[in-house]
């Protein structure tokens, strides 16, 4: 007969059978995270305004790019002098999307992202246009909406 003194074996289907609810179990876990940070709504833009430079920065038919809270954003400044800006994070993967001159067009250097003048999507993987920020003038300051 054996004593209670002596430590008792661990069944082999027993330890399968720990081992297949603690995979399940870390496997739901895993899963369900997922699943809340998708569910979960986007960030809402935040109402805040960044100063981004003065007004002699930004020459007429200029294309800028500059930080927000550390985020890239294309400022540019029409031959009519209004200006517009829009995050510079490409919809698709959020690269830092570029102004290329030469074809007066925005372009994603990642996965051949291209968004017109008015940061429209008109080619590639990105799946909507470009954010567009407010942008104001006060007193010969130029100030873009902050990113959410």
């Given at each position: 007969m054996a004593s209670d003194?002596?430590?008792?074996?661990?069944?082999r289907?027993?330890?399968?059978?720990?081992?297949?609810?603690g995979?399940?179990?870390?496997f739901?876990?895993?899963v369900?995270?997922?699943?809340?940070?998708?569910?979960?709504p986007?960030?809402?833009?935040?109402?805040?305004?960044?100063?981004?430079?003065?007004?002699?920065?930004?020459?007429v038919?200029?294309?800028k790019?500059?930080?927000v809270e550390?985020?890239?954003?294309?400022?540019?400044?029409?031959?009519?002098g209004?200006?517009?800006a829009?995050?510079?994070?490409?919809?698709?993967l959020?690269c830092v999307?570029?102004?290329?001159?030469e074809?007066?067009?925005?372009?994603?250097?990642?996965?051949g992202?291209v968004?017109?003048?008015e940061?429209?999507?008109?080619?590639?993987?990105?799946?909507?246009p470009l954010?567009e920020?407010?942008?104001?003038?006060?007193?010969?300051?130029v100030?873009?909406?902050?990113?959410?």
């Amino acid at each position: 007969m054996a004593s209670d003194d002596e430590p008792k074996q661990l069944p082999r289907r027993g330890f399968l059978n720990i081992a297949v609810g603690g995979s399940g179990a870390a496997f739901a876990v895993a899963v369900g995270s997922a699943v809340a940070r998708f569910v979960e709504p986007p960030a809402q833009p935040s109402s805040g305004q960044a100063v981004v430079g003065k007004l002699e920065d930004f020459p007429v038919g200029a294309v800028k790019t500059v930080l927000v809270e550390e985020r890239p954003v294309l400022v540019f400044r029409g031959t009519d002098g209004q200006f517009r800006a829009f995050s510079a994070l490409c919809t698709h993967l959020q690269c830092v999307v570029r102004y290329v001159p030469e074809r007066t067009q925005i372009e994603c250097p990642c996965h051949g992202g291209v968004y017109s003048m008015e940061g429209l999507n008109i080619a590639g993987p990105p799946p909507r246009p470009l954010t567009e920020l407010a942008v104001a003038v006060n007193d010969g300051t130029v100030i873009v909406s902050t990113i959410g």
